[in-house]
């Protein structure tokens, strides 16, 4: 079992087919102040594996920040269904939604684990917007690092 690609978004969902749809990557959030809070953002994780692993796989997902603090966490079940025949590779998508609080300018990180191993982490900046709303006025759009 592995993990295809991760990453942090405005928004995400996967169709009846299971095709993901993904729309505003990102790595760096600008705030005006601290705390913080940032409304709906989607994790998007595609697993992948062979067709011995079909079932259920345990999923967690911690964030932190660079200190190692908790900022929150949860964990669930990831199924995946028996393919047609002829398919070895199988896989699954899931898309997390969370309100996350900022309490400080730095750097988070989601850790993900998948059945007791972590797979990967997907980092995240946070940082205020500068006086005079001089530049980082938005989010600014980066390339994920899987």
């Known amino acids: 079992m ?24 990102f790595q760096h959030i600008w705030v ?9 953002l989607h994790l998007v994780l595609r ?24 900022i929150l966490g949860g964990s669930g079940q990831v ?8 398919v070895v590779d199988i896989e699954a998508a899931a898309i997390l939604v969370f309100d996350v609080p900022f309490p400080h300018p ?10 007791g191993e972590e797979k990967a982490t ?3 900046t ?5 006086a005079g709303g001089g530049g980082g006025g938005g989010r600014e759009q980066q390339t994920p690092l899987n």
């Open 126 to 130: 946070v940082s205020q917007v500068p």
């Open 47 to 70: 697993l992948k594996g062979k067709r011995t692993e079909i079932g259920e796989h345990g999923v967690q997902i911690h964030l932190a920040d660079e200190q190692g603090i908790e």
């Open 32 to 40: 005006q102040q601290f705390p913080a809070m940032h409304p709906r």
């Open 79 to 86: 199924s995946f269904a028996e393919p047609p025949a002829g």
């Open 106 to 115: 730095g750097l988070y990180r989601f850790q993900i684990t998948i059945d």
């Open 2 to 25: 592995h993990l295809d690609f991760a990453v942090v978004s405005d928004y995400a969902l996967v169709d009846q087919a299971g095709k993901i749809s993904v729309l505003g990557i």
């Open 122 to 124: 997907v980092p995240i």
